[in-house]
């Protein structure tokens, strides 16, 4: 008897990830309707937790493209943040109980002259409410019980820190105040601001939240993240991403094409390797192709339009990472 569901796909599915929404929860909700679109069971994947109280750019792999999503989680990462000054709580952001308070607040100036601190290679102290274990416990369960959490430093990479724009009653940017030289001596940093709204492009295992506290310190002051937004996640960016309205609309007769992205789309940052026909049989049985002209380095091996595999390449030799089993598009 043959299965009149439809193929299982391979690709990305990038959500955009509302507040609320757990990371496993969007998986969830792209499982939930490929199914009731009619396909076959497809192992579906995320490539990097995003907290629910964040939302943002959220990568969804299918089918084969789940073999990359361990390389998505060692990707960078660009957030946007704001930090309201003059509180800390135990959680670092909005969801937690008050453990800090302050009467300071930073100029704009003064919070543009610490961003250097931060920048480059940092150590770092993750949130006593993170998923990283402590004795074989997620450490945020240990502090739910009322345990003290001591995290070892971590050192991550802060590749850029910007500020987005003061916050001081609204953003100067968009105030219906057109007096320009007022808002050119806001954004000079003249004024005390309440909160400030960050940029950081992050290397993997960074927490937005404890940098967002380390810099209210360096100010002389506590703050907490009240706003979270990933903006890109490895090659993908908001402007590739779908609301949960859009997936929703899959299960509905939506094409599915119109909204997945090809599993290279995962591999853009590095270069295609075009195979014959018999290169790319041998790569596919195991075998190495030696011969290659290409500098030594990871490549997406490609047969035409055909992924093969993600191999490396060294002395001129290309040994298989990953490999693909991708149907021929003439199938």
């Known amino acids: 008897m043959t299965s009149d569901k439809k193929p ?6 990038i959500l955009d990830k509302p507040r609320g929404l757990g990371s496993t929860q969007g998986v969830a909700a792209v499982k939930r309707n490929l199914r009731e679109a009619g396909f ?40 946007e943040f704001t930090v309201a000054f003059g509180v800390e709580t135990d959680t670092l ?17 003064e919070v543009e002259a610490v961003l250097p601190q931060f920048t480059g290679e940092i150590e770092q102290v993750p949130p006593a409410y993170s998923a990283l274990k ?15 959490v001591e995290l070892k430093t971590r050192a991550v990479t802060i590749h850029e820190l910007s500020i987005c724009h003061p916050r001081v ?19 000079r ?47 993908f960016t908001e402007a590739q991403a779908i609301s949960l309205d859009k997936l929703n609309e899959i299960a509905n007769g939506a094409e599915l094409n119109d909204l997945l992205l090809p599993l290279e789309a995962g591999l853009d940052d590095i270069p295609a390797l075009s195979l014959s026909q018999t290169d790319a049989q041998a790569l596919q049985q195991g075998r190495v192709v030696s011969g290659l002209p290409q500098p030594s380095g990871l490549h997406c091996a490609m047969l035409g339009s055909r992924p093969i595999a993600l191999v490396e390449i060294s002395g001129g030799t290309a040994k298989v990472v990953r490999g693909f089993n991708l149907p021929d598009v003439a199938e």
Do not use: F
């Open 189 to 235: 940093g003249n004024d005390e601001v309440g909160e400030v709204t960050l940029q950081a492009h992050v290397s993997k295992g960074t927490y937005i939240r404890s940098l967002a506290r380390d810099i209210a310190h360096a100010l002389g002051t506590c703050g907490h993240v009240t706003y979270l937004r990933r903006s890109k996640s490895g090659p």
């Open 93 to 109: 952001d909005t969801e937690g109980k008050v453990v800090e308070q302050s009467d300071v607040r930073p100029t704009l100036a």
């Open 40 to 79: 076959a069971k497809t192992k579906v994947g995320h490539g990097g937790t995003l907290d629910p109280l964040a939302e943002g750019v959220l990568p969804i792999a299918l089918g084969e493209a789940t073999k990359l999503a361990g390389r998505m989680l060692d990707a960078s990462k660009i957030y």
């Open 8 to 13: 299982a796909p391979n690709g990305w599915i």
């Open 134 to 148: 402590v004795d074989g416990k997620r450490a945020y369960d240990l502090a739910r019980a009322g345990e003290e």
């Open 169 to 187: 009653g609204g953003d100067p940017a968009s105030s219906a105040a057109n007096d320009q030289s007022e808002l050119d001596s806001r954004l």
